[in-house]
Every structure is written in C-alpha cells, then in structure tokens.
C-alpha cells in the first residue's frame, strides 16, 4: 500500500508578530523624491541627537509606506545606517533604531540575511547587559537613580520587546544564523519574562515566549541549558497550573511548546520511571491547557470583524488593506477588537501544532536520506536491471513478514488519556475549527480584512493537518480500533469533507485555498484507509476526485493524494462499476506517457492494493476482463526506463520507492498470471 507522507514537522510558530507594528507607525503615503530621502537619512549622523532620533523615527514611518519608498531608502545603505547607529550614546537613538529595524523586518523578510552579514548581533549583544539590568531595577522597583533611569524604565518594555523581536526573526532565517544565537546565551534572558509574567506586559512575555520556541525546537545545544536550570522547567509547569486569565492564553500555549521541545530535558529533570511515564505524563499536562484554547468561535469572531471594518472606524493601508492606525492615534475599539482576533487565531495556529505533534509521538524516525554504501555501489543499474522471475519470491517473503508486524494492546488504546481527548475532546473541536466562515475565510475581496482572512485560513488548515495526523495514527493502532468504535463519526467527518471542500472549490482560486484542499483530500485518504468497507459513498465523490487530479494540473503531491484516497474507495465490494471507472481512471495514468513518477509509483501501488485477491467481486469483471494484466505487462520496459532515470544520489527516497514499486510489478504481474491456475 502506498504510505501517505504524514505532516512534517516545522516550526512552530503563530503568524508573524513582526507584522505587528506600534500605532502611529504604519501609514498610507505618496512616494517620496529621493532628494527628500537623503538629507533624512544623513541627519542619523547629525551631531544633535535629537535630530539622530527624530531621523530613525521618520525613516520608520517611509520604511512602512510603500515598496518604492524602502527601495529607495535600501539602495542608499540604510541597513547599514541604522545598524551603525545601534552603538549611538543616546538611548532614545538606539530605541528608535531599533523599532525601524523591527518594521523594516516586517515589510522586507528578505532584508534579515542583510542584518547578519552586516554583523548586526554584535551591538545587539552589547545592548543586552543594559536591557537586563533595566529590567531587574523595574521587577524589584528599585528607587530611581536619575533622569536618565527614569527614562530608560519608561521606555524598557517597547526596547526589549523590539530587541527580541528581532533576534527572534534572525533565528527563524537560517540554521546557521540560529547557531550564532546560540552562543549569545540569551535564554536566561528571555526565561526572565516569562518567570515574571505577572509584572511584565503580556505583548512582551509573548515575544520572549515565542523566540525561545524557535530556539529550542530541535536545537540539542539549548538543552544542556535546562538541564543545567531545572527551575527553568518547574518556572514552565508553574505557568500551566495558573492558567486561569484570558489574556495569558498564548503564554500558556507558549509554555507548553517549550516544554515539548524540550521533553528529553523535562525528563532528565523529573522523577519519571522511563521515557514513556515521562511523555505521558507531560500530555497530561499539555493537553488540558491545548484543549481549553481551541475554546473560541471564529464564526461569531468573522462577523464581528466585518462590521468593525463596516463600521467606517478603521483605517486600511492603501497598497495591502491592512489596518493601519491614524498616525500618533491609539487604535479605536474596532481596530483594537480585530487585533484581539488577529492574537486569538494566532494562538489556535499554534496550539493546532502542538496537537497535530502529539499524534505523531512515537513514529519511527524518518529515512534520512542517504544510501549504505553497498547500495551506493550498486550504482543506478541496480534494482531495475536485477529484478526478475527467479528472485522475485525472496522479495515476496519479505514483504510479508513486515506486513504481519503488528504491535499494540486494544485495552490499553481504550484506556489512553490522549486517545480519549482526542476522540471526545479535540476532534470535534477540529471539525468546527476547520469550518469555513461564509464571510472572511474566502472573501471575494481579500483586501477587505486581509490579516483576518489569513488567521482564518491558516486555522482552518491547521486543524486539517492535526486531524490528518489523529486519523493517521488511529490507522496505525492494532485492528484499527477506533474506526470500528467510532463509525458514526469517521463517516460524518467524511461527508463533511466532500461538503466543505465543495464550498471552498467554488471560491476564488488562491494558493491557501488550493492548500487546504489539498490537506482535505489527504484527511480522505487516511479516513477511507480506516473505514474500508464502511466508506459511505456519495454519487459525485469519485468524479469530485478525479476532477481534482485533473484541476493539479503537475502538482504531483496533489495527484498522489487523490489516487490514495480512491485505493480504498475501489476496494470496497458490491460497487464493481466504481471500480471499473477509478480502474480505468489509473490505467489511463499509467500509461500516460509523461507522467510524474511519484503520481505513477502511487498508481501502481493502487493495483497491488485493490486487485491483490481473484475473490473480490470485482477482480474478474474489471482486472481480468479489461485485460489489466496484459497492460502491465506491456508497461514494464517503461516503468523499468523510469526507475533508472531517478538519479539515486540526487533523489534517494523517489529511487528507493521507485525500486520498491518495480520489485513489486513483476511479483504481481508472476502471481496475478498464476493465481487463477
């Protein structure tokens, strides 16, 4: 059977906060002469510093205008401008810096690899003594010692929370940028907020909470850190206990990410028998707090969001539609209302990673790509030159024996606290979260609440892939139990698949509808896989499928999840004219000249599947009256062409599943020839 690839994991990570720029600071304007830009840009080097401030302030403002104003401030060496003025002896210069830094990072992703090569994590690093000891006068409100204390605690939340924000993105733009962080040691930094979580303002905690995310997810010189400060770890479990406040919700969150990615650490500092105590017991503990933050109505969130901007109240930016506040205005209530949701759905993102994560617990390590060196000697003539009748039964053998591998205890499955959460807790959560909104989720105007629009999507998609990833670990479970207990529900999550993916199809054609219908077909496959026999049908759910491959046009990952998901449907049996039209329907793929080979290693791994027994009902009428065998036959030499065209080196995976899909052609071309004997 063809394997569906599961969700891979990424970085965890909320929509980008960097987007999220101080009131007053984003703002609709013309373009700006270049005979304008310059005098600014040299008065960061006046001898006044407030003129130095008042020029990093105003390149902030054009830095978020338009593109043409950042290329022009760009092409005059603004980055290094700025960076220079990082080591400024005026604080104000240095916050106001920094807060460009930030915005220009917003609007210019790119522009980080700049920041790098430009050296800028050695002012930033000299900056970090005096963002700490500001800090710890402010926690302990310590008498002030001048003005100038004055003025720095005043302003210390918005310099540390810029200052984090763009470490964090540093982090996030390369591994080996990571690496470089790395050796700052900024985790006792930013451990810092979150232990004072209480005293600091949440937007803060939030940054500090994300950037050690991405610090610690799958970067082993972190640990050693926690391990040496287990207070860190209890300082964690202490946020989750006391997650009663409504505006501390993604802090919680926040938490658990960390402690999941540092669970090998969480378990060296706890008094758990085994690793298995240790992961269950931190599930314990995650779910909860997971499960209680899926607790928000995006359908009621959507429409409070269109008539905020209905409302007339809210000002948009010209080029992208985003709400940008009036220049040194606070935000109105409606502005601040689609904030809210903007943080709502960011923290469903996450949380709907952290779950999709948790059902992936356990999996066998992925391949990791490279060849033994007996295979690397054998050299690309290896397999599709060397398989034939005489050998074919070896390959046969052990086919069978990784088949009838089974692990699992049925009563133990019924006894799991994270199957039972899953199955009665999340998964209708998943369901509702994964529901279009009939306003914001697919707008004909995207520009109408674009920010939104986006949270939503990304949510829907999210609770997509964590249900693909539930639904594909239940498929793994011995006897495959939950289909079996909970039918009714696997078919009710089928036919709201067919449903919903219908709804968003007939929207306007965008690259996150196109993902979330794709997520849609691969929870099908893993659906169908498990209900087998008890798929309930509908009359168009094959030609919706088949019209989808064809809509893929070269999307190959698409393609190859739409003939998974047909496997199961043509299995079933009493329907011998559904399989003749999806047998058909491969064949044609088969024989498709210029096909893709992963499309055409799944098709074959389709008729392995569904024609593996002459008992099935419709085994006679379709395979052996339609001449299938003879096909295939007639199909080696090009199936055996395409094999060796796979550069082994360059695409290990694809040969390897190549080389499989081969072995197992002329095995079932030998036993289909003598099974009816």
């Not at 980008?16 to 270049?34: D, T």
């Not at 130095?52 to 060496?77: F, G, P, Q």
């Not at 591998?405 to 998943?430: C, D, K, R, W």
């Not at 309930?536 to 030609?543: E, F, K, R």
Request: net charge negative.
């Amino acid at each position: 059977m063809g394997k569906q690839p599961t969700r891979r994991r990424g970085n965890k990570q909320t929509v980008n906060p960097l987007k999220r720029v101080s009131a007053g600071i984003q703002q609709a304007m013309g373009e700006v002469e270049e005979d304008k830009v310059l005098p600014l840009i040299a008065k960061l080097n006046a001898p006044n510093a407030a003129d130095r401030a008042w020029s990093a302030s105003c390149i902030s403002n054009l830095v978020m205008a338009n593109e043409s104003t950042r290329k022009l401030l760009l092409t005059n060496r603004i980055v290094v401008s700025l960076i220079e003025r990082l080591t400024d002896d005026n604080q104000e210069v240095i916050e106001e810096v920094l807060g460009t830094l930030r915005n220009l990072a917003s609007v210019e992703p790119t522009i980080v690899k700049e920041y790098y090569n430009r050296d800028i994590l050695t002012p930033l690093a000299a900056l970090l003594p005096r963002i700490s000891h500001t800090l710890d006068l402010v926690l302990k409100n310590a008498p002030l010692e001048d003005d100038t204390d004055k003025e720095r605690r005043q302003t210390i939340w918005d310099f540390a929370e810029n200052f984090i924000y763009i470490i964090w993105t540093i982090s996030e733009t390369s591994d080996h940028y990571l690496k470089a962080i790395n050796r700052l040691n900024l985790i006792n930094f930013f451990i810092s907020f979150l232990s004072a979580a209480d005293q600091c303002p949440t937007r803060v905690v939030v940054a500090a909470g994300q950037c050690l995310t991405t610090l610690t997810e799958d970067n082993k010189d972190i640990y050693i850190e926690f391990q040496n400060h287990p207070e860190y770890i209890n300082m964690l479990f202490d946020i989750l206990n006391n997650s009663n406040s409504p505006d501390k919700v993604l802090v919680s969150v926040l938490a658990c990410a960390i402690l999941m990615n540092v669970k090998e650490v969480v378990q060296l500092s706890g008094s758990w028998d085994d690793d298995r105590d240790a992961l269950g017991e931190l599930n314990k503990k995650i779910i909860p707090i997971l499960v209680a933050s899926l607790d928000y109505d995006i359908q009621a969130a959507a429409e409070k969001s269109v008539a905020a901007v209905q409302s007339g109240n809210v000002t948009k930016h010209e080029e992208t539609g985003e709400i940008t506040p009036k220049p040194k205005q606070p935000l109105v209530e409606e502005e601040r209302y689609i904030q809210s949701v903007e943080d709502r759905l960011s923290t469903l993102q996450l949380s709907l990673e952290l779950l999709a994560d948790i059902c992936l617990q356990g999996e066998d390590s992925e391949e990791d790509g490279w060849a033994d060196e007996d295979d690397e000697d054998m050299g690309d003539e290896n397999l599709a030159d060397n398989i034939n009748e005489d050998n074919i039964d070896d390959y046969l053998q052990d086919a069978a024996a990784l088949n009838d591998n089974t692990n699992g205890n049925t009563e133990l499955l019924n006894s799991n606290p994270v199957m039972h959460a899953f199955t009665y807790q999340i998964f209708p959560q998943l369901i509702r979260l994964a529901t279009p909104t009939p306003t914001l989720s697919f707008p004909a105007d995207p520009t109408f609440c674009p920010t939104v629009t986006l949270g939503l999507s990304l949510t829907h998609q999210r609770s997509l892939e964590c249900i693909n990833n539930f639904l594909l670990a239940m498929n793994d479970v011995p006897s495959k139990i939950w289909f079996k207990e909970h039918v009714s529900d696997a078919q009710q999550a089928w036919q709201w698949l067919f449903q919903t993916a219908h709804q968003i199809g007939s929207c306007t054609a965008s690259e996150s509808r196109d993902s979330i219908l794709e997520v849609m077909v691969g929870c099908l496959w893993s659906l169908g896989r498990g209900l087998g026999q008890n798929i309930p049908l509908g009359s168009t759910d094959v030609a919706t499928l088949c019209g989808a491959y064809q809509s893929a046009n070269r999307d190959s990952s698409m393609r190859v999840k739409v003939i998974g998901c047909l496997g199961p449907i043509a299995a079933k049996q009493g329907d011998i004219e559904t399989n003749k039209m999806i047998g058909q329907f491969i064949m044609d793929i088969l024989c498709d000249s210029n096909g893709n080979p992963e499309v055409k290693i799944e098709a074959l791994n389709f008729l392995y599947d569904v024609y593996s027994d002459c008992e099935f009902d419709y085994d006679e009428p379709v395979f052996v009256h339609g001449g299938y065998l003879n096909q295939l036959k007639q199909l080696v030499p090009s199936i055996r062409s395409m094999v060796k065209s796979i550069d082994r080196r360059k695409q290990f995976d694809l040969r390897s599943r190549a080389d499989e899909a081969l072995t197992n052609l002329v095995a079932f071309i030998k036993y289909k020839t003598t099974e009816r004997r």
